[in-house]
């Protein structure tokens, strides 16, 4: 990417676009914290190594520039807390969702509500988006409390949406945003 995209969420947090350099940063969390990340976030026991990390990263940078998505580590006090990105942009169509997850150490601080707060400005006013929406798993409580807090709308269920780690699926709450709202 030529130009590193960052937005300053707060004075604490800040939002840098990935690189390469993050991997160390990046499998170290998901290497200490596999049972915390792994209930609900499947990719974790497939990234066994800071190559897979890597090799996640090298997919992101390079993708083709239209077809691109914002990925961002998290910083809190200038330390890696997570990731929060967009994914499955349709820009035809002008919707786009966000993905997310924190460190354990980092939780409780509000860091992803006021992530997502800024993401979603970000979609709205710089990307032309209408539509953004935030999936979360029905147990997953702590994740779907940040589109509740924010004013999303819960959309309905999708069955068994989300192959989970055990071979378990489970069913997504579907929450939406709409530009005019």
């Known amino acids: 990417m030529d130009d590193i995209k960052t937005i300053h969420v707060s004075d604490k947090i800040l939002l840098k676009q990935i690189e390469l350099s993050d991997s160390d940063d990046i499998f170290k969390t998901i290497d ?20 897979d990390t890597r090799i996640f990263i090298c997919s992101v940078l390079d993708s083709p520039a239209e077809r691109r998505e914002y990925t961002f580590v998290i910083h809190f006090n200038n330390e890696f807390a997570g990731i929060i990105g967009f994914k499955s942009t349709d820009k035809q169509n ?67 949406g989300e192959l989970l780690t055990g071979g378990k699926f489970t069913d997504i709450e579907i929450y939406s945003k709409l530009k005019n709202e």
Not at 43 to 51: D, M, R, W
Not at 110 to 131: C, D, H, P, Q, Y
């Open 32 to 51: 200490s914290q596999r049972e915390y990340l792994g209930k609900w976030l499947p990719f974790i026991e497939h990234t066994k190594s800071v190559e």
């Open 94 to 160: 002008r919707k786009t969702e966000i993905g997310y997850w924190l460190s354990e150490n980092c939780q409780k601080n509000g860091i992803v509500t006021e992530s997502v707060k800024s993401l979603i400005n970000f979609a709205f006013n710089e990307l032309n988006m209408n539509r953004v929406q935030i999936k979360c798993a029905v147990g997953n409580s702590s994740s779907k409390n940040i589109p509740k807090r924010l004013g999303f709308e819960l959309e309905g269920i999708e069955w068994d």
